[in-house]
């Protein structure tokens, strides 16, 4: 079996053979094209993110962008279900969508455009992603998702009513305390943003 090594390797047939700043392998002494060492860094990649409270369309929307080749989708509630832990495991959710955040990072480092289905309900959420994408050069678009309450408990009454095994079951009391806790973004904050797209509530198409 091939391996690296230091320094050179000799012309075994078969291994890896290792020449100034490229790896090229050998098969019965026929010397493969080479292979850069390092891919050339072309545009920087995108980090869509989504705001907007349970069942106002997010993971509709995202499944959209990613078939539309807008970047690979890390979605947090599926993971957990294919995983096999129940959505009522808050500490196992926490602990799971931060490491698929860190994850995502290490994806636009290397250039992997990402669609990252989070609901970003509160400001600091937001400005630690902006700033997070920023500091690895990339760009960054904001999906706003604003639909009235009711529509929204109608909408996840109906989804409960599907039993979907990657759609956590949010009641009634819970959509409230969401509601309560979520801080719609400023016309400031959403100037940080290399494109803003508005859905919802009569409010739709792209800002900036």
Known sequence: MGHRCR???DSTPGVLRHFPGKWSSTLDGVQAPPIPSDPPRT???????????PGSGKSTLARRLEAAGAGLRVCTDEWQAALGVPHADADFHEILQRRLYEHALQLLEHRVDVVLEDGLWMRQER??????AR????????????????????????RNEAGDAADYPITRPELDRAA??????????????D???RHGDGASGRVG
């Open 43 to 53: 545009a920087a990649p995108l980090l869509t993110l989504f705001c907007g409270l």
């Open 135 to 158: 500091a690895l050069g990339a760009r960054v678009v904001l999906h706003l998702v604003q639909v009235p309450l009711e529509t929204l408990w109608g909408r996840l009454q109906a």
């Open 180 to 193: 309560a806790l979520f801080e719609p973004p400023t016309e400031e904050e959403l100037a940080a943003f």
């Open 127 to 132: 400005a630690e992603k902006v700033a997070d």
């Open 195 to 197: 494109e803003v797209h």
């Open 7 to 9: 320094g050179g390797c």
